[in-house]
């Protein structure tokens, strides 16, 4: 197939102890310390499994990774951005998307810490990605407790280089749709920043429940008419793969017939243009069954991304080579295989 520009729309960067020295001093407290625990603990990943995060009482851990099976240190933590781009070169992408670590499992119900370590994090990410010229974009991380907080980040974080809000399916024990987060939706439909809903397990006790938010904030936003409220949001969907579109449409739909067999008003109707309409966007994964998924009309919503220095089952840095492969496959055209790589994702994080 002829040359494509790419961009990656889901990779990740490494917190360091460097992240953490943007927290201001009077929330000197809050900041994250590595530490860590006895041989009994669970192994994380890497060599020794033994780095931790230590946040206030609460530990997470600090996935240690070697630089044999990931890309070196100084890339994963952003010291190393020439590095960095230099990988995305031998990849052939253009553009990467950085998302957090440490967030996707990241919760409290302290909202003064809350607000410290999304704000160090921001200024440490957006200066880190000023040094790459346009080529390293990242998701604003916001204060959800407080959302008048959140809506202060998120102006400051657009200024600053963002180009979407990282948010997890299920935040502060609220569903996506509780208007608790309206105000956060508003100000993102007003700045033209898109949301973009990662998987993420911030409840102790709760790893295992990484894709289902993912999932339950799709039908959500769709069952509750977000889309219609905030006209110009676009919503995003990330590293859950795309396998459950077809699953998630017809549960919908048998919610419209048990509302028709009730005589209730419909809210929404499925149709082929669906995902357009309402501005959701995919990550899709190779495994997935892309010419079955192309029957839902999903060919100007769906993305790939790589999942750039992590190793758990959604990473593929041969993700994007497999989009490729799918044209000589024939299993999608060229101009299919463009909006996967490069359209859509650009439409998305408004690049």
Known sequence: MTELRVIDADTHVDESEATWEYIDSAAAKHAPINVTRGADAPAVAGPD???????GTRTQPRVVRDDAHYPSRGRRELDDVPGRLADMDSMGVDVQVIFPTFFIRYGTNNPVAEQALARAYNRWIAARCAESNGRLRWAAVLPLLDPDMAVEELRWAKQNGACTVFK????HEKSFSDPHFFPVYQEANDLDISICIHTG???PGRE???SFPVIAAFNSIIMDGLP???????FGFVEAGAAWIPYSLAQMSTHIRAKTLHDRKQTFEITKDLLRENRLFITVDPVDDIEYLLKFGAEDNLMVGTDYTHGDPSANLAALDEVRAWVDDGKVTENIAHKILDTNARGFYGL
Request: aromatic share 20%.
């Open 228 to 234: 219609d409220k905030f006209p110009k949001l676009r």
């Open 201 to 203: 397990h911030p409840l």
């Open 208 to 210: 295992w429940d990484r």
């Open 168 to 171: 997890r399916g299920f935040d």
């Open 49 to 55: 499994g033994t780095r931790w995060w230590l946040v």
